[in-house]
């Protein structure tokens, strides 16, 4: 799935992670595959699948992102 870096950064911002936001702004590309960036992102903290159910599954940012944000 293709997901908007706006998106992921907005995401990480509203979870009160600006240091990551800050590092994902740097490091992710502009439209973020989460097949081919699994690697990127897992570096990051973020887990692919997490992030696929809060931005696309239809879980809005607070559903899915529970746990999102506590890994790695």
Known sequence: MNID???ILQLLRS???DAKAQRAEQELPGQ???DRDAGLLSTLGI???DLVKALGGGGGIGG???GLLGKG
């Open 47 to 49: 887990d692919p699948m």
């Open 64 to 66: 899915a992102l529970g």
């Open 15 to 17: 979870q009160g992670d």
């Open 32 to 34: 973020v595959d989460t």
């Open 5 to 7: 870096k706006d998106q």
